[in-house]
């Protein structure tokens, strides 16, 4: 009996050794899989990447020569008006007239035919104002913006279209820059309708002289709205792509300037970025001409560009294409192929593991019988579920991508007065409603895109009462041979939200009650409170503050206050300068507000932001009981916002003890402490809201109707 429990106990053991040798082999040869795998997929996205240089390559060059083939054009056009013997004839003329009354006398005879060969010539190339550029009130000045002229080598204006702007300013400094007998180009601009627009020039020589400097006797000058024939010219026809695009793009300073449309709807010569923005397909461009890269565009999404940049005008041309969609076939690939690989790993290794065990009748039979255990326990756990799904008084299933059921609970069948049962495989649309059902769908769609969890709280009306309803919708991944689904789990919290919001208005009114009692004490500071929440709510929208700081800092600005119930009102209405004990006092009244205050239960950091209102930016004198070495970035912006509104209420308005400051001197106050005592940057918003968003209007009808 020994002798063969020895035996079965070494064949065990060998069993069990040979088991795991198979096992390491089989993750060895899974290793060397894997490390295959991904060096052969990365080949292949290599290979992705040279095809898609080449494919962007061709399209950029296309588009690059025709706006190159659109600039000679133009260019064309200027050289072939300077070249005209007529033109030259009467040009020469005028240069060579010894007297103004001769010079007049030319202009009088000859200068219609020139001016209606310039409007013929204008109409047909397009050198004449748009319709909308030249549609204006008759009782405003018509502002040039297109057209042709000519003028001397002095700059004088000889002859020009309707709608030429006059040679001075921008289109002068061009012509004076202008190497002598050479055509020239004037980058792009926005011309007086706001409309991207090029000026180009030709030089005219004197009629039957060699094309000389010498002999140069003025310019032909055009001037041309582009956005109708350049920026059309950056679209490939036929492009499948869908996230390709043309830019053009050129330097202004440290910056890169975006020239002409984007594909989210940014106008021409409207956008500009830093040219040090980490890995901005851009400035890449510019530095790299010809090149071929993977970096982000102008919306932060990885793209795949080339670019080619331009001789005669500074310009960089960049096309690109999004690299989720360029590689989509690769990731795909190396997905699929990772998939297979593991699931290929995973079927050898439940064969050698079922080989094993079959191998041991005994392990297979109780493995057996604990299969059953566990699959009647499943089969109980199941139905519990069911029961307790059934028992909640939540709305509860499942739809899958086209919106069936797949599982419901005894709630959602009763509000759609049918069985759970018939349920089973319809549409949410055909039980529901389009109405009804087109909110969860949307939702459902989104989990999906976006692959986790998404909330939404939504007020329904429901035969004439509102219903406040929380919904859960989380992805639930293919199980079963079964297509990918969404979880909804919707909640009515009427009543919960409904309390939140009686006990926000309790709250909001014990603060209202909290500042009256504060403001009839010292009938000086009357709404000093209000004004200090107003302006902190203004200062907190201006430095782009989410809704819940917003609210904190307002609360904070009315109860800043509150401490001055402590100080003496006759200190507080003394019509004399206090003393610096006195001053000491005040101060510590306001700082215990937060104290008063620190057991009642605000939405937001209230207590917080007043026990850190009174820091100074730079940590100095720190008041006692305040949290020390806070300073900085350390304390909260709240409180920030509160104390530089509190600090421009207090030197705007009136005391007991001396008058208000001019607005301009509490700005220039807060100004000169900005940085030491201040934030700057809520210094700044406070400017900015009150010479731009209309607070200084406000303040001076405040003041003057003597409400601070």
Same mark, same amino acid.
Request: charge should be negative.
């Given at each position: 009996?020994?002798?063969?429990?020895?035996?079965?106990?070494?064949?065990?053991?060998?069993?069990?050794?040979?088991?795991?040798?198979?096992?390491?082999?089989?993750?060895?040869?899974?290793?060397?899989?894997?490390?295959?795998?991904?060096?052969?997929?990365?080949?292949?996205?290599?290979?992705?990447?040279?095809?898609?240089?080449?494919?962007?390559?061709?399209?950029?060059?296309?588009?690059?020569?025709?706006?190159?083939?659109?600039?000679?054009?133009?260019?064309?056009?200027?050289?072939?008006?300077?070249?005209?013997?007529?033109?030259?004839?009467?040009?020469?003329?005028?240069v060579a007239a010894a007297t103004d009354s001769e010079r007049q006398f030319l202009i009088d005879t000859q200068g219609q035919f020139l001016r209606n060969l310039l409007i013929v010539t204008a109409e047909r190339a397009g050198f004449s104002p748009t319709a909308t550029a030249s549609e204006v009130p008759a009782n405003v000045d018509r =502002?040039?913006? +297109?057209?042709?002229? *000519? &003028?001397? #080598? @002095? %700059?004088? /204006?000889?002859?020009?279209?309707?709608?030429?702007?006059?040679?001075?300013?921008?289109?002068?400094?061009?012509?004076?820059?202008?190497?002598?007998?050479?055509?020239?180009?004037?980058?792009?601009?926005?011309?007086?309708?706001?409309?991207?627009?090029?000026?180009?020039?030709?030089?005219?020589?004197?009629?039957?002289?060699?094309?000389?400097?010498?002999?140069?006797?003025?310019?032909?000058?055009?001037?041309?709205?582009?956005?109708?024939?350049?920026?059309?010219?950056?679209?490939?026809?036929?492009?499948? =792509?869908?996230? +390709?695009?043309?830019? *053009? &793009?050129? #330097? @202004? %300073?440290? /910056?890169?300037?975006?020239?002409?449309?984007?594909?989210?709807?940014?106008?021409?010569?409207?956008?500009?970025?830093?040219?040090?923005?980490?890995?901005?397909?851009?400035?890449?461009?510019?530095?790299?001409?010809?090149?071929?890269?993977?970096?982000?565009?102008y919306r932060g999404h990885g793209v795949l560009l080339v670019a080619r940049g331009f001789t005669n005008v500074p310009w960089t041309l960049l096309y690109k294409a999004d690299r989720a969609e360029a590689l989509a076939d690769s990731d795909a690939r190396r997905t699929r192929l990772l998939s297979v690989l593991l699931l290929g790993l995973?079927?050898?290794?439940?064969?050698?593991?079922?080989?094993?065990?079959?191998?041991?009748?005994?392990?297979?039979?109780?493995?057996?019988?604990?299969?059953?255990?566990?699959?009647?326990?499943?089969?109980?756990?199941?139905?519990?579920?069911?029961?307790?799904?059934?028992?909640?008084?939540?709305?509860?299933?499942?739809?899958?991508?086209?919106?069936?059921?797949?599982?419901?609970?005894?709630?959602?069948?009763?509000?759609?007065?049918?069985?759970?049962?018939?349920?089973?495989?319809?549409?949410?649309?055909?039980?529901?409603?389009?109405?009804?059902?087109?909110?969860?769908?949307?939702?459902?769609?989104?989990?999906?895109?976006?692959?986790?969890?998404?909330?939404?709280?939504?007020?329904?009306?429901?035969?004439?009462?509102?219903?406040?309803?929380?919904?859960?919708?989380?992805?639930?991944?293919?199980?079963?041979?079964?297509?990918?689904?969404?979880?909804?789990?919707?909640?009515?919290?009427?009543?919960?939200?409904?309390?939140?919001?009686?006990?926000?208005?309790?709250?909001?009114?014990?603060?209202?009650?909290?500042?009256?009692?504060?403001?009839?004490?010292?009938?000086?500071?009357?709404?000093?409170?209000?004004?200090?929440?107003?302006?902190?709510?203004?200062?907190?929208?201006?430095?782009?503050?989410?809704?819940?700081?917003?609210?904190?800092?307002?609360?904070?600005?009315?109860?800043?206050?509150?401490?001055?119930?402590?100080?003496?009102?006759?200190?507080?209405?003394?019509?004399?300068?206090?003393?610096?004990?006195?001053?000491?006092?005040?101060?510590?009244?306001?700082?215990?507000s937060a104290e008063l205050l620190r057991d009642v239960e605000f939405d937001g950091p209230v207590v917080e932001t007043l026990r850190q209102a009174m820091l100074r930016w730079d940590g100095a004198g720190s008041p006692a009981g305040s949290p020390g070495g806070v300073a900085g970035e350390a304390i909260l912006p709240t409180a920030r916002?509160?104390?530089?509104?509190?600090?421009?209420?207090?030197?705007?308005?009136?005391?007991?003890?001396?008058?208000?400051?001019?607005?301009?001197?509490?700005?220039?106050?807060?100004?000169?402490?900005?940085?030491?005592?201040?934030?700057?940057?809520?210094?700044?918003?406070?400017?900015?809201?009150?010479?731009?968003?209309?607070?200084?209007?406000?303040?001076?009808?405040?003041?003057?109707?003597?409400?601070?």
């Amino acid at each position: 009996m020994d002798d063969d429990r020895a035996l079965d106990k070494k064949a065990a053991n060998r069993a069990a050794r040979r088991f795991a040798a198979t096992i390491v082999l089989l993750l060895l040869a899974g290793a060397v899989g894997v490390y295959l795998t991904l060096r052969f997929v990365e080949d292949e996205r290599q290979r992705d990447l040279h095809a898609w240089q080449v494919r962007l390559g061709i399209v950029a060059d296309s588009r690059f020569a025709a706006v190159n083939s659109w600039l000679a054009d133009q260019q064309g056009e200027m050289v072939a008006l300077a070249e005209n013997a007529s033109l030259q004839l009467y040009m020469s003329q005028l240069v060579a007239a010894a007297t103004d009354s001769e010079r007049q006398f030319l202009i009088d005879t000859q200068g219609q035919f020139l001016r209606n060969l310039l409007i013929v010539t204008a109409e047909r190339a397009g050198f004449s104002p748009t319709a909308t550029a030249s549609e204006v009130p008759a009782n405003v000045d018509r =502002v040039g913006v +297109a057209g042709l002229g *000519l &003028v001397d #080598r @002095a %700059g004088r /204006a000889i002859a020009a279209t309707p709608g030429m702007p006059v040679v001075e300013g921008g289109l002068a400094d061009f012509l004076a820059r202008l190497e002598p007998g050479r055509t020239g180009i004037m980058d792009l601009f926005q011309n007086g309708a706001g409309q991207p627009a090029m000026a180009f020039a030709a030089p005219v020589f004197a009629v039957q002289e060699d094309p000389d400097q010498a002999s140069q006797i003025g310019y032909v000058l055009g001037v041309k709205e582009v956005g109708g024939e350049l920026f059309p010219l950056l679209r490939q026809p036929g492009e499948t =792509v869908v996230s +390709a695009e043309a830019v *053009l &793009v050129r #330097r @202004a %300073g440290a /910056a890169v300037e975006y020239l002409s449309p984007l594909g989210d709807g940014t106008q021409a010569l409207a956008l500009k970025l830093s040219a040090d923005t980490p890995e901005l397909d851009a400035a890449y461009a510019l530095d790299n001409p010809g090149g071929f890269a993977a970096r982000v565009d102008y919306r932060g999404h990885g793209v795949l560009l080339v670019a080619r940049g331009f001789t005669n005008v500074p310009w960089t041309l960049l096309y690109k294409a999004d690299r989720a969609e360029a590689l989509a076939d690769s990731d795909a690939r190396r997905t699929r192929l990772l998939s297979v690989l593991l699931l290929g790993l995973a079927a050898a290794g439940i064969l050698v593991l079922a080989v094993w065990r079959h191998g041991s009748s005994r392990r297979a039979s109780e493995a057996a019988r604990r299969y059953q255990a566990l699959a009647r326990r499943f089969e109980s756990q199941r139905n519990l579920l069911g029961l307790v799904t059934d028992s909640q008084p939540t709305s509860i299933y499942i739809l899958d991508r086209d919106g069936h059921y797949r599982f419901a609970n005894i709630q959602v069948a009763r509000a759609a007065g049918v069985e759970t049962e018939d349920l089973i495989g319809k549409s949410m649309t055909a039980v529901m409603g389009q109405d009804a059902a087109k909110r969860a769908l949307e939702l459902n769609m989104r989990a999906l895109e976006r692959g986790h969890r998404v909330t939404e709280v939504a007020r329904i009306e429901i035969e004439g009462k509102t219903k406040i309803v929380q919904s859960d919708h989380i992805p639930v991944g293919a199980e079963s041979g079964m297509p990918p689904g969404v979880l909804v789990v919707e909640s009515d919290i009427t009543e919960a939200v409904t309390e939140r919001e009686r006990r926000a208005r309790i709250l909001q009114q014990l603060v209202g009650t909290l500042v009256a009692v504060v403001d009839r004490r010292d009938p000086f500071a009357a709404d000093h409170s209000l004004r200090v929440a107003e302006a902190a709510r203004a200062i907190a929208l201006e430095m782009g503050m989410n809704a819940g700081d917003i609210d904190t800092a307002e609360t904070a600005g009315r109860l800043l206050n509150l401490g001055k119930i402590l100080v003496p009102a006759d200190m507080l209405t003394r019509n004399a300068p206090l003393s610096a004990d006195e001053r000491r006092q005040v101060r510590a009244g306001i700082e215990a507000s937060a104290e008063l205050l620190r057991d009642v239960e605000f939405d937001g950091p209230v207590v917080e932001t007043l026990r850190q209102a009174m820091l100074r930016w730079d940590g100095a004198g720190s008041p006692a009981g305040s949290p020390g070495g806070v300073a900085g970035e350390a304390i909260l912006p709240t409180a920030r916002v509160v104390a530089v509104a509190n600090a421009f209420v207090g030197m705007a308005s009136r005391r007991a003890h001396r008058q208000a400051l001019d607005l301009d001197e509490a700005v220039a106050a807060l100004l000169q402490e900005s940085g030491r005592a201040y934030d700057r940057r809520a210094v700044v918003a406070l400017v900015n809201y009150l010479d731009n968003r209309g607070g200084r209007q406000l303040w001076s009808e405040i003041r003057r109707a003597g409400a601070v």
